[in-house]
């Protein structure tokens, strides 16, 4: 992406989050291993920071990070040909619960998503969210030049750019908000909001995935901050003498690589892999999700066994494979999502599994790349019913795998990803379980050109909107926006 270097102009860039692009543990024998890039956005920033030799900064977290960490706990990425640098911010145990468990996920998560009766607002968890933030703030300050580019990402940095602001006025500090920003009505629920909005309002540019996201955010700026003004016509923010520029960037993911992975796990590996794992139907329908009460998996799973119950001529013919991955356990709804799965699974195998069929088969082991691309190459339908998700972009990996042109997305409607896709994928409401249950049949039983159609067109969609094109779009407006900053054309 050349854009990246007419943004920075000679200057230097810093990515900040909460994890780590590389992060380092002990192996079985001790030594210091380091462990890859699992995200998709992480992997396709990580040549970019390579080229422009930027600086990435992020929780370490744990012993061997330390170890290998020099005075300025920093260490040269990726191992085998160092070129950019990731400094670690380290974080107390009573940071981490306060900050990460509390303020991040049990605050702003739920709130985010609507889901305000999962919120816990202790002013503890605030206060010790606003310190954390302050580390981070200071540690941009010891490692960048007076005219950086800083790209914040996600929740768990609201305040830092405000923060940043304040000692580098000429920075260029942008963010991209990850996750679905709320409408006013739900925003307003939370206590010192007007602390949140003030923060990213340090940001230059604001990103969101979607233009519904966009407007929620100037809802809230207008009606939640005293002495803000909103120019609707051009989707800019003024505020305490400032200017932010907001927009959307619809997240998505690296087409290519992930068709090429599909591509190298053939119908022989498929077999394999249903053999393994006692997968014993052709029919299969997958479901990929970190264990997150968003994501509707127990809806999904009432969907599935109303399917199996009404239409008995599904079982034996048809198997879900939960693919789960566990997530954020400290949190007591996220452990109670985590049984409600658990025991979903088990009652629907109880209740029409046989000695030859498991009808749920569920994995929460880790799987390669090439297996989990696989996978999804060779699955009849993928559901995605996440009760509200900013993107979702398990539902734009199944369709850049989907090489042989024949699966069906059902696809909630409560995505951000939707927007996108909606038009051609089987959309459901993921509450209403009747409905989800006759989508399924009928993604089942969609003819095949039908099939093929839809899968084409949403496969040039993301083909031509992939992650390359996503950052290409971010940095040209970051750049543009950055030039009329420095003309004074606001
Ligand atoms: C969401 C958030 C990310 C986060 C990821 C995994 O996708 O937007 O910022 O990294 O969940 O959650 P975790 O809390 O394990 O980082």
């Not at 393994?276 to 009432?302: M, S």
């Not at 084409?456 to 543009?480: N, P």
Request: glycine residues 8%; negative net charge.
């Amino acid at each position: 992406a050349p854009d990246v270097e007419s943004l920075l102009d000679g200057g230097q860039l810093l990515v900040v989050s909460n994890r780590q692009p590389y992060s380092h543990g002990y192996d079985e024998t001790g030594e210091v291993a380091v462990s890859r890039p699992a995200g998709g956005l992480t992997a396709g920033l990580d040549p970019v920071m390579q080229r422009v030799e930027g600086t990435w900064i992020a929780w370490g977290d744990g012993e061997a990070d330390r170890e290998v960490a020099d005075e300025d706990d920093a260490v040269e990425v990726p191992p085998e040909d160092p070129s950019y640098r990731v400094r670690r911010v380290w974080l107390t145990d009573e940071e981490v619960d306060q900050y990460y468990y509390g303020y991040s996920n049990r605050v702003l998560w739920p709130l985010c998503h609507g889901g305000i009766w999962k919120t816990d607002f202790a002013d503890e968890h605030r206060e010790a969210y606003e310190a954390v933030n302050r580390k981070f703030a200071r540690a941009v300050r010891e490692e960048a030049d007076d005219d950086a580019v800083v790209w914040f990402q996600d929740y768990h940095f609201t305040r830092a750019p405000g923060m940043v602001r304040e000692s580098m006025p000429e920075a260029f500090l942008m963010h991209f908000w990850h996750i679905t920003w709320p409408g006013w009505d739900t925003f307003r629920s939370l206590p010192h909001g007007e602390q949140t909005l003030e923060g990213l309002l340090g940001n230059d540019l604001v990103g969101f995935h979607t233009g519904q996201y966009v407007e929620n955010f100037l809802d809230c700026i207008e009606r939640g901050l005293d002495g803000a003004t909103v120019d609707r016509g051009n989707d800019r923010i003024e505020y305490d003498g400032r200017t932010t520029d907001v927009e959307a960037f619809p997240l998505s993911v690296d087409f290519d690589a992930i068709a090429a992975s599909a591509e190298c796990f053939d119908s022989d590996d498929w077999d394999a892999f249903r053999e393994e794992h006692g997968i014993a139907t052709d029919r299969v329908a997958v479901g990929v999700d970190r264990l997150d009460y968003t994501k509707g998996v127990p809806e999904r799973l009432n969907a599935l066994e109303q399917l199996w119950e009404n239409h008995p001529e599904w079982r034996g013919e048809l198997t879900y494979v939960q693919k789960a991955s566990e997530s954020r356990s400290i949190i007591p709804d996220y452990r109670d999502l985590q049984d409600r799965v658990v025991n979903g699974v088990e009652r629907i195998n109880d209740r029409f599994g046989t000695d030859g069929w498991t009808p749920v088969v569920y994995l929460d082991e880790h799987l390669d790349g090439d297996t989990l691309n696989g996978m999804y190459r060779h699955s009849d339908v993928l559901l995605v019913s996440a009760l509200r998700d900013g993107m979702n972009l398990v539902a734009k990996e199944f369709v850049a795998a989907q090489v042989d042109e024949d699966g069906v997305l059902v696809l909630s409607n409560q995505t951000g990803a939707y927007e996108e896709l909606g038009k051609h994928s089987v959309t459901i409401n993921p509450h209403d379980i009747d409905e989800f249950a006759d989508a399924i049949g009928e993604a089942l039983r969609m003819d095949e050109s039908d099939r093929r159609e839809r899968m084409r067109t949403m496969r040039q969609w993301v083909e031509s909107h992939d992650l390359s094109r996503w950052m290409h779009d971010v940095f040209a407006s970051a750049a543009d926006v950055r030039m009329r900053r420095r003309m004074g054309m606001e």
